[in-house]
């Protein structure tokens, strides 16, 4: 039997307003409509991909098995799909934040979406988007690195947290502040003190806790200087209690006088609370040098003053995501599922895991389910939330991560669990630095995959049977991930044998030709590989013909900090070499400023375009890159490019725009050519270049007679 793609009915908690224009249908109609969505399950509720209240993973090992924790999908194996939208609110015509509105009193139509798109789920993903929205495109900085941790950081060990990180060579982008950054009463909170809200004392706050942070301004200056990005925790819930600074300015506002000492409610709906809210607390945060805002709300859906079918999670992320960022800047919020059409906000909070094994597991099928309903900017905890994360499970969540929408290590408030790879043993923390800074490596890959995502529907992370649904196989493969349009990864999520040091995994390797991300090693699909590997070791497959784009790291520790927020003008094309000869496969990747709203307008990005072609013997290797096209404020005038041919024999020679490259062991000299046996890999340094350019290589292959690939199975 096929596996699940969840399509079950969705309940009150799952159902979002409706943003486009209502299509009704009259009763009469929905009497022969069918009354339930056909579902072709093989496994139980835990499949699905939301949670009730947006708090999807929360403190759970396991998957869930509540029921509740699920949303729609857009299409099925049976090939339809329906979304019943008629009890939803509607959004009015207001030019600031679209905001809430009932339909109208007694209304007996239905507002139904069908999908029937057969098995052409790419179709149906495009088509969504088309109706409820684009996928939100986050910043580029966002695809970079994130270090999160809950506990009481001071702004100076906060920058020697990120000194750390140079010293260790590993890159950093986006720091997280969590919520100890205002003041707190954990003391009085334990021992059951409530605020006026009803809420544990301090666990909500908008007052800087000076003794952590004396001069938050500076702090963030600071940040800014080193090229990071920052957010803060926010626990909305409380409102704003009276020990706040911030809360006679703002009771005056909303009406109430100070004297009273009367809190001022959370009133979510109400635009003049948040209006006040942004203009006297939010803001001002902004001004100091916050970059976004980490949405952390935890009191479920069902809260006071919210009208009929508006739920708190939902309504926080479409506000947030209109008035937290300045309008010249993209929308960004980090927030947890709120329902279908909360793929516009990005990005996700899945919530807080237990490290275990089978929360990582669970976790992989759980990213690719989203993208069924456009979802595809999930970031999870890696190394889990609430334990301390062992080693070796560490370490294959890390190998996870470089493949995830969002790379984000996260843990709870104790001194035994940390998330600082350095304090690993030295073996664990050799693999996860390497694992890290390949992450920071595959940016331009990532941030291309990504647009795409924001035009087409199509989440950079999903199940293979949305690109192989006529496959069978694709259905039954779980683990297995697409990433992008051209590799497909195996995350490892079991322990080795303690006895080998090896894992045992069953691969199915779709149509195509496939070549180890890796060693080079060629493959033909479709077939299953049983294979075991080490530590070391990740199934990664790109397909043959395809050139993926990297950053090349630079040498210089501090140029690692914020380099995904900085556009590329070093690039590594990762080729692995076509099957047939005389086949020109391309490769377009884009780039723009990394925050502007106007990213698609004219003069606010540019393509690069890199093609590769095998000649009829397969003895000789073209591989064009054409001039840049486009341009943004800011771009680079100059490209360099390392072209590194994975499968491939060492070279007779090489030319570059028909002048000789130089063999040069390692690349020793600037600009050359060398080979390394380990991975087969071809690797070409070139001289930089004026962006207009084109470059031509030409690489005669030292191949023996007879020999076509260099490994094939």
């Known amino acids: 039997m096929h596996q699940a793609i969840s399509t079950s009915k969705p309940t009150e908690e799952e159902e979002t307003a409706d943003q486009a224009t209502s299509t009704s249908k009259s009763t009469e109609e929905k009497e022969t409509a069918p009354k339930e969505v056909p579902v072709v399950e093989a496994k139980p509720a835990e499949e699905s991909i939301s949670g009730e209240g947006g708090d999807n993973l929360d403190f759970f090992s396991t998957p869930l098995l509540d029921g509740q924790h699920r949303s729609p999908s857009l299409y099925s194996p049976s090939g339809w799909s329906l979304i019943d939208d008629s009890t939803r609110p509607l959004f009015d015509q207001c030019p600031d934040v679209p905001w809430a509105a009932q339909r109208p009193e007694g209304s007996s139509s239905v507002d139904w979406y069908f999908f029937g798109y057969g098995l052409a789920f790419r179709d149906a993903l495009r088509d969504y988007t088309r109706v409820a929205g684009k996928i939100g495109l986050p910043p580029r900085f966002a695809f970079g690195v994130w270090f999160s941790r809950y506990w009481a950081f001071s702004e100076q060990e906060y920058k020697d947290l990120v000194l750390e990180h140079r010293m260790h060579n590993i890159p950093l982008d986006v720091l997280v502040v969590d919520m100890d950054w205002h003041t707190t009463f954990y003391k009085d909170a334990g021992a059951g003190v409530k605020d006026q809200a009803g809420q544990d004392i301090g666990w909500s706050g908008h007052t800087w806790d000076r003794n952590l942070f004396p001069n938050p301004k500076e702090f963030f200056d600071w940040t800014k200087a080193q090229g990071l990005r920052t957010t803060l925790n926010l626990h909305p819930a409380s409102g704003m209690q009276p020990h706040e600074e911030k809360y006679t300015e703002m009771a005056i506002a909303m009406g109430i006088d100070p004297a009273t000492k009367k809190y001022v409610p959370c009133e979510l709906e109400n635009k003049k609370f948040m209006q006040n809210w942004f203009d006297i607390v939010l803001n001002p945060l902004i001004g100091t040098g916050v970059d976004f805002f980490w949405l952390d709300w935890q009191q479920g859906e069902s809260w006071e003053g919210m009208s009929p079918g508006v739920h708190p999670t939902f309504w926080l992320n479409h506000v947030f995501n209109y008035k937290s960022r300045p309008s010249e800047l993209r929308p960004m919020i980090f927030h947890r599922w709120g329902g279908l059409g909360n793929h516009r906000y990005q990005i996700g909070f899945s919530g807080d895991v237990v490290a275990s094994w089978k929360s990582l597991q669970f976790q992989t099928y759980f990213t690719a389910n989203a993208a069924n309903v456009a979802y595809g900017f999930w970031s999870h905890d890696i190394g889990g939330h609430i334990n301390p994360c062992p ?7 890390i190998q996870w991560g470089i493949f995830s929408p969002i790379f984000r290590t996260h843990c709870t408030k104790a001194p035994e669990n940390d998330r600082r790879v350095w304090e690993y043993p030295a073996y664990y923390f050799s693999l996860m630095r390497s694992a890290i800074r390949l992450r920071a490596a595959m940016v331009p890959y990532i941030y291309s995959a990504s647009r795409f995502a924001h035009e087409s529907g199509v989440s950079i992370v999903r199940h293979l049977y949305v690109d192989y649904p006529a496959e069978s196989e694709a259905y ?7 990433f992008g349009e ?9 322990a080795c044998n303690p006895d080998t040091g090896l894992a045992k995994m069953s691969i199915w390797l779709p149509p195509g030709d496939w070549i180890d991300f890796f060693t080079g090693h060629r493959y033909k699909g479709p077939q299953t590989l049983v294979r ?9 497959f790109a397909k043959a013909g395809c050139i993926i784009p990297q950053n090349q790291l630079p040498d210089q520790m501090s140029k690692l900090t914020g380099i995904s927020d900085r556009s590329s003008s070093a690039f590594r094309l990762l080729t692995f070499l076509p099957t047939r000869a005389n086949e020109r496969l391309e490769t377009t990747w884009t780039d723009d400023d990394g925050d502007s709203a106007s990213f698609s307008a004219e003069g606010r990005f540019v393509s690069n375009s890199a093609s590769v072609v095998l000649s009829d013997d397969q003895g000789k290797v073209s591989i064009t890159i054409a001039p840049q096209t486009g341009s943004f404020p800011g771009q680079p005038t100059e490209r360099s490019f390392e072209i590194h041919l994975r499968g491939s024999w060492p070279a007779a020679s090489v030319t570059v ?4 490259l130089p063999y040069s062991p390692e690349n020793a000299a600037q600009p050359s050519w060398c080979y390394d046996g380990r991975s087969l890999t071809l690797m070409l340094s070139l001289s930089a ?3 207009a350019a084109a470059v ?5 292959l030292q191949r023996p007679d007879g020999c076509m690939t260099a490994s094939a199975a």
């Open 486 to 494: 051209d590799l497909m990864v195996a995350p490892i999520t079991v």
């Open 657 to 660: 725009n028909g002048e000789n």
């Open 532 to 540: 075991s590997y080490t530590l070391e070791e990740m199934p990664v």
């Open 476 to 482: 039954n493969c779980p683990g297995q991930l697409m």
């Open 689 to 691: 270049l004026p962006v």
């Open 696 to 700: 031509t290589v030409e690489v005669t």
């Open 391 to 397: 080693p070796e499970l560490y370490t294959r969540w």
